[in-house]
């Protein structure tokens, strides 16, 4: 597949650069949502055996994607509920940021208040960016994990796991990997447990996501949340057996095989036009939205640097300006997040000509207003 046939996927209106927060559904997903919907609309004899094939098949697609075995790998509806197995499991410290996103701090400290096992160690870091260097210079005693976001939701800066990897050693590695999983092609092996969602870059919508372990992490982790679903056998009835050995120990319950079937298509099609294909894609348009964003002297607080960066731009006006800002892009049809102070830009393999000029036009209005 080509990355002209990976961008005919997309079938979004022009203006869409919101991807962080959500990817509208792809064309290969959106149509395995429709065939298996009727499937199981229909029930024909013998027909619904094709939902229990969609297991093995989205982990395939995702060990395809992250060089881990599909036996290391989870169906998880989202994001979050993989990093509340991961810090559940924790015993020790674990050294992350306040500043990321919710999910992980929230699940730490929920995990410490309920079973006094792991400890929040919190991070100082340089304006939200998580550095091998800051890592190091923080790493106490009784550590036994760091837990990062590939990539920052709101700085837009990409994390260097590779190095972070060499300066925590054999301590487990723990990456949110939401707002880059299908976008950036990420050393996922110097990981030991790798999380994600489909809903946003891999386009998959909600409900769906994976959670990727190391032998070091299955290892060390306890599955806490291990459900009916979680052992070795179908259904244990009348006793209660250990969890699986691998992966499958993090499962709650039975996954929704409609939801694996949607992400399965959706990483089967960015495997196949390739994540490098897609990265160049996504950095030439990043580049064009920051080089728009300097013509107009709209400030760019996220990096220009293509090594420390993925599909996001941040724009930060003064503060008085932001909301003259967020009208003139809602007015010319921009779809973009407003956060904190800040505007986002979410930018995809498929951010058309067209999307660049509605752009471009939204900050004409903004120069004009902002100058009065």
């Not at 909600?206 to 060390?220: K, P, Y």
């Not at 420390?308 to 779809?335: F, K, W, Y």
Request: aromatic fraction near 6%.
């Amino acid at each position: 597949m080509t990355i002209d046939d990976f961008t005919a996927g997309f079938t979004e209106e022009p203006g869409y650069l919101d991807y962080g927060r959500v990817g509208p559904l792809s064309t290969a997903a959106a149509e395995e949502t429709l065939a298996f919907t009727q499937v199981l609309q229909r029930a024909r004899h013998g027909s619904l055996d094709a939902f229990g094939e969609q297991n093995q098949r989205v982990r395939d697609a995702a060990a395809a994607l992250t060089g881990f075995a599909a036996d290391q790998i989870v169906f998880e509806p989202n994001a979050t509920t993989g990093l509340m197995h991961a810090m559940f499991g924790l015993t020790g410290g674990v050294l992350l940021s306040q500043e990321e996103f919710p999910s992980l701090p929230i699940a730490a400290v929920r995990a410490q208040e309920a079973l006094h096992t792991v400890q929040p160690v919190w991070l100082e870091t340089d304006h939200g960016k998580v550095t091998p260097g800051q890592i190091r210079e923080q790493l106490e005693q009784g550590v036994v994990a760091v837990a990062v976001s590939l990539v920052d939701s709101r700085t837009g800066y990409l994390c260097d796991i590779e190095g972070i990897r060499q300066v925590i050693g054999d301590r487990l590695l723990i990456v949110d990997a939401i707002q880059g999983f299908g976008v950036v092609d990420a050393p996922w092996q110097v990981a030991d447990v790798v999380v994600t969602g489909g809903q946003k870059w891999c386009r998959a919508g909600w409900g769906t996501g994976i959670m990727a372990l190391s032998d070091r992490a299955l290892e060390r982790l306890t599955p806490v949340f291990s459900g009916f679903s979680a052992t070795e056998e179908a259904e244990p009835w009348g006793h209660v057996p250990p969890p699986a050995p691998d992966a499958r120990a993090y499962r709650v319950s039975n996954p929704d095989p409609l939801a694996q079937a949607r992400l399965a298509a959706a990483f089967e099609e960015i495997a196949a036009a390739t994540v490098p294909a897609i990265n160049a894609a996504v950095a030439d348009r990043v580049s064009r939205a920051i080089e728009l964003a300097d013509e107009y002297a709209i400030p760019v607080s996220s990096s220009r640097d293509e090594q420390e960066r993925a599909g996001i731009v941040v724009l930060e006006p003064p503060a008085d300006q932001v909301t003259v800002l967020t009208a003139s892009l809602h007015n010319h049809g921009v779809t973009a997040t407003t956060r904190l102070g800040t505007v986002r830009l979410s930018i995809h393999a498929a951010t058309s000509d067209e999307t660049l000029e509605m752009l471009r036009a939204a900050f004409v209005s903004y120069s004009t207003a902002a100058s009065y």
